[in-house]
Protein backbone atom coordinates (compact mmCIF):
# COMPACT_ATOMS: atom_id res chain seq x y z
CA UNK A 1 0.00 0.00 0.00
CA UNK A 2 0.89 3.81 -0.01
CA UNK A 3 3.50 4.72 2.60
CA UNK A 4 3.79 8.33 4.11
CA UNK A 5 3.87 11.00 1.27
CA UNK A 6 5.00 14.79 2.30
CA UNK A 7 4.73 17.36 -0.12
CA UNK A 8 6.69 19.81 -1.36
CA UNK A 9 9.82 17.84 -1.81
CA UNK A 10 11.94 20.75 -2.01
CA UNK A 11 11.18 24.11 -0.38
CA UNK A 12 13.53 27.24 -0.66
CA UNK A 13 12.29 30.58 1.18
CA UNK A 14 13.17 33.93 1.81
CA UNK A 15 14.42 34.81 5.58
CA UNK A 16 11.35 36.11 7.05
CA UNK A 17 8.44 33.99 4.89
CA UNK A 18 6.15 31.37 6.19
CA UNK A 19 6.02 28.34 5.02
CA UNK A 20 3.87 25.63 5.10
CA UNK A 21 4.93 21.49 5.12
CA UNK A 22 2.22 18.93 4.60
CA UNK A 23 1.98 15.13 5.79
CA UNK A 24 -0.28 12.51 4.32
CA UNK A 25 0.11 9.77 6.85
CA UNK A 26 -0.85 5.86 6.05
CA UNK A 27 -4.28 4.98 5.81
CA UNK A 28 -5.28 4.29 9.07
CA UNK A 29 -2.27 5.32 11.61
CA UNK A 30 -3.44 7.07 14.45
CA UNK A 31 -0.53 8.25 15.46
CA UNK A 32 1.93 11.09 13.43
CA UNK A 33 5.28 12.27 14.38
CA UNK A 34 7.08 15.36 12.61
CA UNK A 35 11.08 15.12 13.15
CA UNK A 36 13.79 17.77 11.95
CA UNK A 37 17.46 16.23 10.17
CA UNK A 38 19.94 19.18 10.34
CA UNK A 39 23.60 19.13 9.71
CA UNK A 40 25.63 18.57 12.50
CA UNK A 41 22.46 18.08 15.10
CA UNK A 42 20.93 14.55 14.03
CA UNK A 43 17.70 13.33 13.68
CA UNK A 44 15.35 15.06 16.70
CA UNK A 45 11.47 15.35 17.61
CA UNK A 46 9.59 18.17 17.03
CA UNK A 47 5.67 17.07 17.90
CA UNK A 48 3.43 14.47 18.06
CA UNK A 49 -0.10 13.66 17.43
CA UNK A 50 -2.03 10.71 18.69
CA UNK A 51 -5.66 10.31 17.63
CA UNK A 52 -8.17 12.78 19.49
CA UNK A 53 -5.29 13.49 22.18
CA UNK A 54 -3.57 17.09 22.96
CA UNK A 55 -0.54 16.79 20.91
CA UNK A 56 3.28 16.64 22.59
CA UNK A 57 4.52 19.96 21.33
CA UNK A 58 7.80 19.59 23.72
CA UNK A 59 10.10 19.42 20.71
CA UNK A 60 9.29 22.75 19.03
CA UNK A 61 12.32 24.62 18.75
CA UNK A 62 10.22 28.20 19.07
CA UNK A 63 6.96 29.58 18.68
CA UNK A 64 7.71 30.13 15.20
CA UNK A 65 6.93 26.68 14.70
CA UNK A 66 3.34 25.00 14.77
CA UNK A 67 1.19 21.99 13.43
CA UNK A 68 -1.80 20.54 13.70
CA UNK A 69 -3.53 17.52 12.25
CA UNK A 70 -7.09 17.56 10.59
CA UNK A 71 -9.48 15.04 10.98
CA UNK A 72 -7.09 12.58 12.35
CA UNK A 73 -5.30 12.05 8.96
CA UNK A 74 -3.24 14.79 7.11
CA UNK A 75 -1.04 17.34 8.96
CA UNK A 76 0.64 21.16 7.83
CA UNK A 77 3.60 21.63 9.96
CA UNK A 78 4.02 25.92 9.81
CA UNK A 79 6.84 27.69 10.17
CA UNK A 80 6.33 31.47 10.88
CA UNK A 81 9.01 34.41 9.89
CA UNK A 82 11.88 31.65 8.69
CA UNK A 83 15.38 32.08 9.84
CA UNK A 84 18.32 30.68 8.40
CA UNK A 85 18.28 28.09 10.98
CA UNK A 86 15.87 26.49 10.14
CA UNK A 87 17.17 24.86 7.05
CA UNK A 88 16.77 21.41 6.95
CA UNK A 89 15.36 18.26 6.26
CA UNK A 90 12.06 17.96 8.09
CA UNK A 91 10.72 14.08 8.11
CA UNK A 92 6.88 13.21 8.95
CA UNK A 93 6.39 9.59 10.21
CA UNK A 94 2.71 7.72 11.20
CA UNK A 95 2.66 4.53 13.36
CA UNK A 96 -0.41 2.60 14.44
CA UNK A 97 -1.13 2.40 18.17
CA UNK A 98 -1.90 -1.20 18.50
CA UNK A 99 0.73 -1.14 21.86
CA UNK A 100 3.12 1.09 23.09
CA UNK A 101 6.90 0.76 21.89
CA UNK A 102 5.56 -2.51 19.64
CA UNK A 103 5.27 -1.32 16.50
CA UNK A 104 7.85 0.83 14.41
CA UNK A 105 7.29 4.18 12.87
CA UNK A 106 7.30 4.52 8.54
CA UNK A 107 8.82 7.92 7.54
CA UNK A 108 8.18 9.84 4.63
CA UNK A 109 11.25 10.96 2.57
CA UNK A 110 11.22 14.05 3.68
CA UNK A 111 10.60 17.79 2.54
CA UNK A 112 14.28 19.60 2.12
CA UNK A 113 14.13 23.63 3.83
CA UNK A 114 16.36 25.88 2.37
CA UNK A 115 15.75 29.35 3.88
CA UNK A 116 18.23 31.88 2.06
CA UNK B 1 17.68 13.96 29.23
CA UNK B 2 18.49 11.07 26.60
CA UNK B 3 21.16 10.90 24.60
CA UNK B 4 22.73 8.13 22.31
CA UNK B 5 25.82 7.66 20.56
CA UNK B 6 26.89 6.02 17.75
CA UNK B 7 30.32 4.63 16.92
CA UNK B 8 32.15 4.65 14.61
CA UNK B 9 30.64 7.63 12.49
CA UNK B 10 31.77 6.29 9.44
CA UNK B 11 33.01 3.00 8.26
CA UNK B 12 34.53 1.31 4.60
CA UNK B 13 35.13 -2.29 4.10
CA UNK B 14 35.25 -4.58 1.82
CA UNK B 15 32.28 -6.37 -0.10
CA UNK B 16 32.11 -9.78 2.09
CA UNK B 17 33.02 -8.59 5.59
CA UNK B 18 31.11 -9.00 8.45
CA UNK B 19 30.57 -5.71 10.31
CA UNK B 20 29.22 -4.75 13.86
CA UNK B 21 27.90 -1.25 14.17
CA UNK B 22 27.42 0.22 18.16
CA UNK B 23 24.76 2.05 19.86
CA UNK B 24 25.06 3.29 23.53
CA UNK B 25 22.06 5.51 25.32
CA UNK B 26 22.39 7.16 28.54
CA UNK B 27 19.11 6.45 30.40
CA UNK B 28 18.33 2.48 30.39
CA UNK B 29 14.35 3.38 31.11
CA UNK B 30 13.42 2.61 26.89
CA UNK B 31 10.75 0.72 25.87
CA UNK B 32 12.13 -0.20 22.72
CA UNK B 33 15.37 0.35 20.38
CA UNK B 34 15.37 0.24 16.82
CA UNK B 35 17.63 0.32 13.92
CA UNK B 36 17.26 2.40 10.57
CA UNK B 37 18.33 2.68 7.55
CA UNK B 38 19.15 5.75 5.56
CA UNK B 39 19.64 6.13 1.95
CA UNK B 40 21.08 9.80 0.40
CA UNK B 41 17.99 11.91 -0.10
CA UNK B 42 15.58 9.37 0.95
CA UNK B 43 13.13 8.42 4.39
CA UNK B 44 14.04 5.76 6.73
CA UNK B 45 13.91 2.77 6.66
CA UNK B 46 12.94 0.49 9.88
CA UNK B 47 15.18 -2.83 9.82
CA UNK B 48 14.57 -4.27 13.62
CA UNK B 49 12.85 -3.05 16.56
CA UNK B 50 13.95 -5.09 19.48
CA UNK B 51 11.47 -4.52 22.77
CA UNK B 52 12.99 -3.71 25.94
CA UNK B 53 11.82 -7.35 27.76
CA UNK B 54 13.92 -8.82 24.18
CA UNK B 55 17.58 -9.02 23.94
CA UNK B 56 17.72 -9.83 19.99
CA UNK B 57 16.43 -9.47 16.71
CA UNK B 58 17.17 -11.20 13.31
CA UNK B 59 16.30 -10.29 9.93
CA UNK B 60 18.13 -12.04 7.18
CA UNK B 61 21.63 -10.87 7.08
CA UNK B 62 21.28 -8.50 10.28
CA UNK B 63 21.25 -8.98 13.46
CA UNK B 64 20.59 -6.53 16.30
CA UNK B 65 21.34 -7.26 20.39
CA UNK B 66 20.19 -5.06 23.47
CA UNK B 67 21.87 -5.06 26.90
CA UNK B 68 19.47 -2.24 28.93
CA UNK B 69 21.30 -2.89 31.81
CA UNK B 70 24.55 -1.39 29.92
CA UNK B 71 23.02 0.99 27.76
CA UNK B 72 24.12 -1.05 24.60
CA UNK B 73 23.21 -2.31 21.08
CA UNK B 74 25.01 -3.43 18.41
CA UNK B 75 23.99 -3.75 14.73
CA UNK B 76 25.90 -6.82 13.02
CA UNK B 77 25.98 -7.16 9.32
CA UNK B 78 27.09 -10.69 7.79
CA UNK B 79 28.85 -11.21 4.33
CA UNK B 80 28.07 -7.21 3.56
CA UNK B 81 27.00 -6.23 0.15
CA UNK B 82 27.65 -2.94 -1.75
CA UNK B 83 23.47 -2.37 -1.66
CA UNK B 84 24.08 -2.18 2.19
CA UNK B 85 25.82 1.09 1.79
CA UNK B 86 23.77 4.09 3.92
CA UNK B 87 23.74 5.74 6.69
CA UNK B 88 22.45 3.41 10.03
CA UNK B 89 20.60 5.30 12.63
CA UNK B 90 20.08 3.72 16.08
CA UNK B 91 17.03 5.23 17.92
CA UNK B 92 15.12 4.38 21.54
CA UNK B 93 11.33 4.94 22.63
CA UNK B 94 10.76 6.44 25.70
CA UNK B 95 7.57 6.80 27.58
CA UNK B 96 6.47 9.74 25.40
CA UNK B 97 6.94 7.98 22.07
CA UNK B 98 9.19 9.62 20.34
CA UNK B 99 12.17 8.57 19.18
CA UNK B 100 15.86 10.08 20.69
CA UNK B 101 18.08 9.22 17.40
CA UNK B 102 21.70 8.97 17.54
CA UNK B 103 23.89 11.05 14.44
CA UNK B 104 24.37 7.90 12.87
CA UNK B 105 26.87 5.57 11.32
CA UNK B 106 27.98 5.90 7.65
CA UNK B 107 28.60 2.99 5.95
CA UNK B 108 30.18 2.22 2.72
CA UNK B 109 30.68 -1.17 1.43
CA UNK B 110 33.93 -1.31 -1.50
CA UNK B 111 32.98 -3.57 -4.70
Known amino acids: GAGVSQSPSNKVTEKGKDVELRCDPI?????LYWYRQSLGQGLEFLIYFQGNSAPDKSGLPSDRFSAERTGGSVSTLTIQRTQQEDSAVYLCASSPEVGLAKETQYFGPGTRLLVL | KQEVTQIPAALSVPEGENLVLNCSFT??????LQWFRQDPGKGLTSLLLIQSSQREQTSGRLNASLDKSSGRSTLYIAASQPGDSATYLCAVETGRRALTFGSGTRLQVQP
Open chain 2, 27 to 32: DSAIYN
Open chain 1, 27 to 31: SGHTA
